[in-house]
């Protein structure tokens, strides 16, 4: 049992939008804006989209936001394409540790 | 452009203690403000942060594994290591090398993965 909770699976058709939740606790999602999210294509290591909540590294769509409100993050894929099917991660600081979502599969339609 | 590369034992036994290294390349292990960590990922849990150094020699170990894990780093030779104790099934899954920043907070990039199997 993952520390933060994520959907099993979400989907969407090119050109939706879809948006996958974290939710966790005061201790660690509410408690710091230090939450990250990373997708992972099959068979591939994690790869960084999104970090301190909504920041975004450079290379990584505009299409891709993050939010948080209370104990609950969000990332929100904008304009799907299908390339964006994977499993995506999130990720928050705490105090003694860091904790990740079990993972969300998104299937572009 | 920095990698990472895992390289260990694909298959160990029960009881026994599981070790990897982690290879930096492209970059220096002592650039501060950076840290590095080790995650792993199986069916069962997920993903789950197991430990994190500083080349300076800090350390961070997950509450639920601190007893039976210990994280080096050897500056020496751009690497730093793994080792779990007493490993059992549950130890079995893909382990990541990754670097760590705590502000901004971050794990990018991450090495390949290796896959460790225990089983006797």
């Known amino acids: 049992q993952s520390a933060l909770t994520q959907p099993r699976s979400v989907s969407g058709s090119p050109g939706q939008s879809v948006t996958i939740s974290c939710t966790g606790t005061?201790?660690?999602?509410?408690?710091?804006?230090?939450v990250s999210w990373y997708q992972q294509q099959p068979g591939k290591a994690p790869k960084l989209m999104i970090y301190d909540v909504n920041r975004r590294p450079s290379g990584v769509p505009d299409r891709f936001s993050g939010s948080k409100s209370g104990n609950t993050a969000s990332l929100t894929i904008s304009g799907l394409q299908a390339e964006d099917e994977a499993d995506y991660f999130c990720c928050s600081y705490a105090t003694d540790n860091m904790r990740f979502g079990g993972g969300t599969k998104l299937t572009v339609l | 452009q920095l990698q990472l590369q895992e390289s260990g034992p694909r298959l160990v036994k029960p009881s026994e203690t599981l070790s990897l290294t982690c290879s930096v390349s492209?970059?220096?292990?002592?650039?501060?403000?950076?840290?590095w960590v080790w995650i792993r990922q199986s069916p069962g849990t997920g993903l789950e942060w197991i430990a994190t150094?500083?080349?300076?020699?800090?350390?961070y170990y997950n509450p639920s594994l601190k007893s039976r894990v210990a994280i080096f780093v050897d500056t020496s030779k751009n690497q730093f290591s793994l080792n779990l104790y007493s490993v059992t099934a549950a130890d079995t899954a893909v382990y990541y090398c990754a670097r760590y920043s705590y502000v901004p907070n971050w794990f990018d990039p991450w090495g390949q993965g290796t896959l460790v199997t225990v089983s006797s």
């Open positions: 492209g970059g220096s292990i002592s650039s501060s403000p950076y840290f």
């Open positions: 150094i500083h080349y300076g020699g800090s350390t």
């Open positions: 005061s201790s660690d999602v509410g408690g710091y804006d230090r």
